[in-house]
């Protein structure tokens, strides 16, 4: 058994302090601690100077971001709203990575002034700040977002960032004045987590770095990290371990780098996503036409899975002895009819019986309401 499968096999054993708990989130901080280690020494094969910055909208738990604190890395935020979580939970400015559209110019000049990183991504913030540090007088150092296409010109255009080497990216450069200059480049991409994809966002953020002489490339994130076997499978496809991504990178910047710069992934999804299972029971089965059991979980309470063609990986503690099923449908406790937690359980399955739904450390608490049932809480795990 794994350590959350133990802990509530343990805990069954008590079912008033069980029926207490559930439902809920279970977070594993050994493993959060492993994947990042695994992941850092992936990286440092390629380079000397690397950092990673845990994404805080993937799941701001205080829980998490006490764990990434403790583990020495970065923290990356897009709003105002996150900076003060992060700042509960240990971060000082100069650990910060302040990107995202919303804008809160004091906050990201804070950051910024006290050496913290700060990437803009359009030319109305960036005359706002550099603004602001010619009236301070504090020099302050930012970065640039780029809007990097995979595919060619005929590819899908982002919302986010400057086009390299456009007229607006000119026009960028040339609001830089002597108390704020450019020394990074930041990209973040949605899709293309395939190696060809962060080849092509390796040569470009590579070409864009060197021009500007950049002291950093922050590479966001988007990238495969670790996950349920059940998982991988549905994909359909090669999943690159982060050794392939490290080396794909290095070889790419190995075309305008002599000694690298420092470089960053936010790693939010990478670290977390398997870390954090939900954690359920059943509450009844009903017979009929199609049977059917019921769950205290709900996919409203798994994130980005609800509609997603991607299957939740499931697993089941039974506490006495059931009956045998076959392809039986598990649903949620939302009075909607796509509320499937399970579309086909085979085995035998006994009303009590925990579910432990995996996988969902990305996003899920982030975007889990308090629609029907109160927000899930989350627990964290430690053996």
Known sequence: MDTIINEIYRLSMSSDRLDDLLPCFVFDRNRFDRNINSFRKSFHKYFDRFEIAYSTKTNPHPAILKAAKENGIKIEIVSHYEYDEVAKAGFMPDEVIYNGVIPHLFSKYTIASHGGKVNVENIFEMKQIAAIALKEKRKI?????????????????????????????????????????????????????????????????????????????????????????????????????????????????????????EIIIEAGTPIVADTVSAVGKVEYIKAGSSTQAVSSCSVYDFGFFHGSDKKVPVDVIHLSDGNQYNGITIYGYACTEDDVVCESYSGELCVGDILVFRNLGSYAYSLCSDFIKPKLKLYELIC
């Open 141 to 261: 150092k930012i970065g640039m977002r780029l809007n990097i296409n995979l595919h060619g010109d005929n590819g899908h255009s982002s919302r986010f960032g400057i086009v390299p080497f456009s007229p607006e990216f000119f026009q960028f450069l040339n609001l830089q004045n002597d108390y704020c200059m450019i020394n990074g480049v930041h990209i973040h991409i949605h899709g293309g987590r395939d190696i060809d994809s962060w080849r092509t966002r390796a040569k470009k953020a590579g070409e864009v770095a060197a021009y500007l002489r950049s002291e950093y490339i922050d590479f966001g994130s988007n990238i495969f990290g670790f996950m349920d076997e059940r998982l991988s499978e549905q994909f359909n496809s090669n999943i690159p371990s982060v050794d392939e991504y490290a080396k794909a990178i290095f070889n790419e910047l190995g075309r305008f780098y002599n000694k690298m710069p």
